[in-house]
């Protein structure tokens, strides 16, 4: 049987493997259903099938080789792009993505010569082993090749987070001394208050891009533990909060000890982008939770309110970096890039503790994190 009609004949036992390939690559697979490990690979063999079965002169493959031509196969092309954009959705990272294909093609070729009746093994092995080595050759590449590009970024975002720092520092300055100073009234005391409001905006943006900056070049988010009252620290985080947003009337719960060796710096960045994803989130202003439990050995934080839920498959990433909510998604206007959810999991891996997320439709979004008293 030529190749092309035992894909099709046993299409769907190769996406089986596929499936159970995929579902190998972690942490992105973990909360994958079976549709979405099978994604696009069906479409994918099929039209890789259809192109097999069509003529192709030398010129043309010679052509295919260089990577010219690809016009001949537009479904091959959709099915495949559209994969490589889901994937990238929920977490794998190009080397991932990029070892699902090589599986596919020694199982294509392994089932297939399993099923040929009086095949000359040693050749069909020996094409097995070539596509195996100059796939692990490609992924290995890939890998370095993304390595050094991801690091001359991340080098380039850094020198720009910290440039930035001087401009904006000169900014509120003038502005708070502009405010001092100044009798200003009507348009010009907005204007002014519109300028300090953006400018600390920008730095908490800038803030958060060094944070992510640090972690991907391998270090750890710096602390300076010290004793400290976490309930003092959240009073004072509720009530920046509302100073920017007046609507808002959060709920707020404390029982039992909660003072602990903690950084207060980091914890109050954690309790501001909790509570200002909250608000942003959350169906009612008014209708947000922050309750506070003292343990033996742990205090325990959660951050609770009601609005549109997080879906399922998204759970498992919303701590990554860059990962669009799905509000932004829709088109509303947001001042994040995407980096509050991020910063939060640092500063909680940073201190030792553990951070947990839940959310439906009847009981809402429950943020919950226990931090040690001591590290």
Known sequence: MRLPEFIRQHVDRIVDEWEQFARTITPAAENMDQAALRDHAKAILLAAARDMSTSQTASEQLAKAKGEGLEKTPSLDEASASHGELRHTVGFDLVQMTSEFRHLRACVIRLWVNSLDSPNLTYFQDMIRFNEAIDEALAESTAAYAEQVNRSRDIFLAILGHDLRAPLQAISMSTELLLRKAPLEGDALTCAINVKRGARHMAVMVSDLLELVRSRLGKSLPIEPAPMDLADAAHAAIAEACAGNPECDPTVNVQGDTRGVWDAGRLDQLLQNLIGNALQHGMNKRDVTLSLTGEPDAVRLTVHNYGTPIP???????????????????????????????IIKEVVNAHGGTIEVSSSEADGTLFTVVLPRKI
Not at 312 to 339: H, K, M, N
């Open 312 to 342: 399922e498959e998204a759970i498992g990433t919303i701590f990554d970096p860059l990962v669009r909510s799905a509000d932004e998604q829709l088109g509303q206007p947001t001042t994040s890039l995407g980096l509050g959810l991020f």
